[in-house]
């Protein structure tokens, strides 16, 4: 078969595959053929919208017609022509550069290809133009790169243009090696929009469309080379991997895509691009299966044992995240320094998002579906984000993400781990009103540590929490009680013991109510409410060097969480601005941070 053929009908099968309007049912596409005006637009597409957001709802035109393209009906396809000359007549354009530029060619390329067959020589070259005026002037990186050179390779196959072809391949391999720049990076984290985590999100659509080019033009002259496609293999299984719970990516690596609620169900993508990978080839084909295996587990409501996932801790220092990960639960940490950017909100989405890169520590028992944060993120209380520090100011205006861009504010972050302990370690100093304070996690074997010190932030108002959980309730709280505090709290599926401040230990659950249109400009204003569980230290305002102690069991029941509290097993050695440590009393491994005259050294002993 000519190679450009091959590669068209591979991606048209993907394509029908996918779920996105292409492979519609006879009757849905007899319904779409149906709904057609005369000029061949759709009454209920408002095709004069010009918002600069994350919406264009112009754009539902061109689903349709790719969902008609795809019919192995005459008439069906005959109006999907119709429909796309209808839209080269109106020309809708976004005040969002991206639409203009990528999505809306994106799609155009994908109905002109199912269309192929139906268009003259004149007709490709002046969809062929078109799809190359699109192209804007400003030189594309990252994920961004893989989009705009997936219409150069579609402007290729339609004119049969192998050197262009060619040409397009050869730019989206350039993506495809470690980077410092937008990219993947060498510990195989991922970056966009500056040193910014977005292993979910951008992430995630790259190993979408490039699983998707890697497949249909692998065996072909314009096949990826095996090294590109050996390092994207490293990517999603040693990078993207350890940032999937359940059903999709953990919320911190997801950037202001967390506000979108459709994005946080990641599985099923995940699954095509592994059945791409293992049909072109890849590379690690038992471990891509496991994965796949586990995804699927989830997928059918299995148990948490058999949708684990991979055991052991990865340090991340490119983008300051850590993930530790035990075969019944999980911890992630996200913070940021002067070398990362900790979040961003565009086109009025991740309102409430300011505290996304502040040490973020997220606790995960098992490996269903629901992770205890997907249900409440749209009614949080986002000044109360699990990990973190921060004031507790009662103007929502306050939890708006700094300035785009703008990196973190002390220099003195990393994390350390030898693939099975890890620590995090994070400075507070200059982040909003805190002139000073450390933060520190030490992960062991069935356990984590969460250590604070030194935490001064003296024209704080109003008081200053230490969160170190709010997630979805199940059930009230059982809390020891103490005349000094709680000795211990047991809550769903963890326990939390505080090694010291007892007194300043706090849970409760509470009924919140909210929407999605509250964190985001695009979200639906439906009312949600549930009940949410959260535990943290209370340090009053203005603290002066506040210092707090938490002992983590997930997966432990109240039995285990109540022998904890009278025999820990751990020992803090010390929780000082110069140094924190912990010793596991049961293994004898010791995790500390030190402050050296380079910053934090981070080792066990």
């Known amino acids: 078969m000519d190679p450009v053929e091959t590669v068209r009908t591979r991606l048209l099968r993907e394509l029908a595959g996918t779920g996105t309007g292409a492979g519609a049912a006879p009757e849905a596409a007899?319904?779409?053929?149906?709904?057609?005006?005369?000029?061949?637009?759709?009454?209920?597409?408002?095709?004069?919208?010009?918002?600069?957001?994350?919406?264009?709802?112009?754009?539902?035109h061109l689903p349709r017609t790719l969902a008609l393209a795809l019919s192995p009906s005459p008439e069906h396809r005959a109006a999907a022509l119709n429909a796309l000359e209808a839209w080269y007549r109106a020309d809708p354009r976004s005040g969002n550069w991206?639409?203009?530029?990528?999505?809306?060619?994106?799609?155009?390329?994908?109905?002109?290809?199912?269309?192929?067959d139906r268009l003259g020589s004149r007709q490709r070259a002046r969809w062929g133009r078109w799809l190359a005026d699109r192209a804007g002037p400003v030189e594309m990186t990252g994920q961004n790169l893989v989009w705009a050179q997936g219409i150069v390779l579609r402007r290729g196959l339609l004119l049969g243009d192998g050197e262009l072809t060619a040409s397009a391949v050869r730019r989206m391999s350039a993506v495809l090696r470690t980077t410092d720049g937008e990219g993947i990076q060498e510990d195989f984290s991922f970056h966009q929009h500056g040193p910014q985590l977005y292993s979910g999100g951008y992430g995630a659509s790259l190993t979408a469309d490039l699983s998707l080019w890697i497949h249909a033009v692998h065996g072909t002259p314009w096949a990826f080379g095996a090294r590109e496609v050996g390092l994207f293999t490293d990517f999603l299984l040693d990078g993207q991997q350890w940032a999937v719970h359940g059903d999709g990516f953990d919320f911190t690596a997801m950037g202001r895509e967390i506000t979108r609620a459709e994005a946080h169900r990641a599985g099923g993508a995940l699954r095509t691009v592994i059945r791409r990978l293992s049909a072109a080839g890849a590379p690690r084909l038992e471990e891509l299966a496991a994965f796949d295996a586990r995804l699927a587990a989830v997928r059918a409501g299995g148990s948490p044992a058999g949708a684990a996932g991979p055991v052991g801790?990865?340090?991340?220092?490119?983008?300051?995240?850590?993930?530790?990960?035990?075969?019944?639960?999980?911890?992630?940490?996200?913070?940021?320094?002067?070398r990362t950017v900790p979040t961003e909100s565009l086109n009025g989405e991740n309102l409430r998002g300011r505290h996304l890169g502040d040490g973020v520590a997220a606790i995960?028992?098992?490996?269903?579906?629901?992770?205890?944060?997907?249900?409440?993120?749209?009614?949080?209380?986002?000044?109360r984000l699990?990990?973190?520090?921060?004031?507790?100011?009662?103007d929502p205006a306050a939890l708006s993400p700094r300035p785009d861009g703008e990196r973190g504010a002390s220099p003195d972050t990393g994390v350390w781990s030898d693939g099975r302990h890890g620590i995090a370690v994070m400075r507070l100093a200059g982040t909003d009103r805190f002139t000073d304070g450390w933060k520190a996690w030490f992960c062991f074997d069935d356990l984590f540590v969460a250590l604070g010190t030194g935490i001064t932030a003296p024209s704080a108002?109003?008081?200053?929490?230490?969160?170190?959980?709010?997630?979805?309730?199940?059930?009230?709280?059982?809390?020891?009680s103490h005349p000094d505090g709680p000795r211990w709290v047991h809550h769903g599926r963890t326990g939390y013991v505080p090694l010291s401040g007892h007194g300043s230990l706090c849970s409760r659950v509470e009924h919140r109510t909210g929407s999605w249109a509250d964190v985001t400009a695009t979200g639906s204003p439906e009312r949600l409410s549930a009940w949410v569980f959260h535990i943290g230290f209370d340090h009053g305002p203005r603290p002066d060097g506040a210092a707090y102690a938490c002992l983590v069991?997930?997966?432990?029941?109240?039995?285990?969480?109540?022998?904890?509290?009278?025999?820990?097993?751990?020992?803090?050695?010390?929780?000082?601005?110069?140094?924190?440590?912990?010793?596991?009393?049961?293994?004898?491994?010791?995790?500390?941070?030190?402050?050296?005259?380079?910053?934090?050294?981070l080792a066990p002993g």
């Open 30 to 60: 007899e319904a779409l053929a149906g709904s057609l005006a005369p000029d061949a637009t759709w009454p209920d597409v408002d095709y004069a919208h010009r918002a600069d957001g994350s919406d264009f709802p112009p754009l539902d």
């Open 98 to 116: 991206w639409y203009n530029e990528i999505g809306v060619p994106c799609l155009v390329g994908d109905i002109l290809l199912a269309l192929a």
């Open 313 to 338: 801790c990865r340090a991340y220092p490119r983008s300051d995240y850590l993930v530790h990960r035990r075969p019944a639960w999980s911890v992630s940490v996200r913070m940021s320094s002067t």
């Open 364 to 383: 995960r028992v098992g490996g269903g579906s629901e992770d205890g944060y997907r249900a409440v993120l749209p009614l949080w209380d986002w000044a």
């Open 386 to 394: 699990p990990g973190v520090t921060a004031e507790q100011c009662p």
């Open 461 to 480: 108002g109003h008081r200053v929490l230490t969160t170190v959980d709010q997630r979805l309730a199940e059930g009230p709280p059982v809390v020891a």
């Open 553 to 601: 069991l997930p997966g432990a029941d109240r039995a285990s969480t109540a022998e904890r509290a009278r025999t820990p097993g751990v020992t803090v050695l010390s929780n000082t601005p110069g140094r924190q440590s912990v010793r596991c009393d049961r293994s004898g491994v010791t995790l500390t941070a030190h402050r050296g005259a380079d910053g934090p050294v």
